[in-house]
């Protein structure tokens, strides 16, 4: 069965440290896509980056970076010099190709709070 | 280009009776799925839609249902409220022309029961 695991539940920091946010994944399916989106306090949740099974480059986006690696089913994000805007839910969430490819698998999510 | 839009935005009930909301996905879109999001069970995926058939659905009980139209707007609806269908129903939506799909989502409608 499908799963996404977000262990840290809440992580707490000073601005301009960085910070990783972890998450595992199970599938066993050998082509998926893995998703990280970011939910501001007003609720919407904002897509951040898709990355497919087949694709284990680390990616690089301004100061948010991603690593992906298959021998241990994770997709971690790390945030380098947090602001304190940074401060959401992240959610980590995968999902299966097929007919499965519309229905996404969720983390619990990991609360980031960055202090002034 | 204007984003996924859903209304209302906050809607209260009481218990016992039905509700409806909608969703405009972004123009050109053809898909759209349903999420509920509360805290105790955190993000969960309610059906998908595409060219007005249902083609996915989760684990939720026949009082959620739900329809798309011929122009992708979609709306859920939900009968015989209970309490614990209070959550903020995300409503998403994406091209659908791929396996390389990306959702985007609206704001949501926060639905109180009462």
């Known amino acids: ?116 | 280009k204007a984003g996924v839009t859903q209304t209302p935005r906050y809607l209260i009930k009481t218990r016992g009776q039905q509700v409806t909301l909608s969703c405009s996905p972004i123009s050109g879109h053809r898909s759209v799925s349903w999420y509920q999001q509360t805290p105790g069970q955190g993000l969960q995926f309610l059906f998908e839609y595409f060219s007005e058939t249902q083609r996915n659905k989760g684990n939720f009980p026949g009082r959620f249902s739900g329809r798309q139209f011929s122009n992708s707007r979609s709306e859920m609806n939900v009968s015989t409220l209970e309490l614990g269908d209070s959550a903020l129903y995300l409503c998403a939506s994406s091209l659908a022309l791929g396996e390389e799909e990306t959702q985007y989502f609206g704001p949501g409608t926060r639905l109180l029961v009462l």
Do not use: H, M
């Open chain 1, 1 to 116: 069965a499908q799963k996404v695991t977000q262990a840290q539940t809440e992580i707490s920091v000073v601005e301009k440290e960085d910070v990783t946010l972890d998450c595992v994944y199970e599938t066993r399916d050998t082509t998926y896509y893995l998703f990280w989106y970011k939910q501001p306090p007003s609720g919407e949740l904002v897509f951040l980056i898709r990355r497919n099974s087949f694709d284990e480059q680390n990616e690089i986006s301004g100061r948010y970076s991603w690593n992906f690696q298959k021998s241990t089913s994770s997709f971690n994000f790390t945030i380098t010099a947090s602001q304190v805007v940074d401060s959401a839910v992240y959610f980590c969430a995968l999902s299966e190709a097929g007919d499965s490819n519309y229905q996404l698998i969720w983390g619990a999510g990991t609360k980031l709070i960055i202090k002034p």
